[in-house]
């Protein structure tokens, strides 16, 4: 099936939103990144925070993997310098099975596909976590327009 830009964004955005939870909490689930090299091996894997920005004018996707985190006498801790945006430039995209399948322009094939295992667990301290951040904290990090963090949990 080839799908249009408009059904694998709405797939890719329900997908990071948990929208495909079998409890219809979306805490109960959550997008992963896997990317690979034109030769089919696995170069990176991990769980995706629940937002995302889509460039209208180019074929660019802003996501932010997570990655690190540690636990803390004060909980799961996230280093916001670490976990920072990252782009998917996507020359081309398709449904697959419950994810979204895009080949990139380096080469690469990124799938955004159902998180579960260690993924969905990185996710749910990420949900945590981002529960003690500020409205202004959040409204921050969700935009998606920064290369840097300069405020708290850098």
């Given at each position: 099936m080839t799908a249009t830009q408009q059904?694998?964004?709405q797939q890719f955005a329900a997908l990071v939103a948990g929208d495909h939870s079998p409890t219809e909490d979306p805490v109960d689930a959550?997008?992963?990144?896997v990317v690979s090299d034109p030769d089919g091996s696995e170069v990176f894997r991990a769980a995706l925070a629940r937002h995302h920005r889509?460039?209208?004018d180019e074929q660019v996707i802003w996501i932010r993997p997570l990655v690190?985190?540690?636990?803390t006498g004060n909980g799961y801790?996230?280093?916001?310098?670490?976990?920072r945006r990252r782009s998917l430039s996507v020359a081309s995209a398709d449904l697959v099975d419950d994810g979204v399948e895009m080949a990139l322009t380096t080469g690469q094939r990124a799938r955004i596909?159902?998180?579960d295992g260690p993924e969905l667990e990185q996710l749910t301290h990420w949900d945590d976590f981002t529960n003690r951040l500020t409205p202004e904290e959040d409204d921050a990090l969700r935009r998606l327009d920064?290369?840097?963090?300069h405020g708290r949990y850098a």
């Open positions: 059904q694998w964004r959550g997008a992963r990144l889509f460039e209208e690190g985190g540690q636990e801790l996230f280093n916001l310098s670490l976990i596909e159902p998180a920064a290369d840097s963090w």
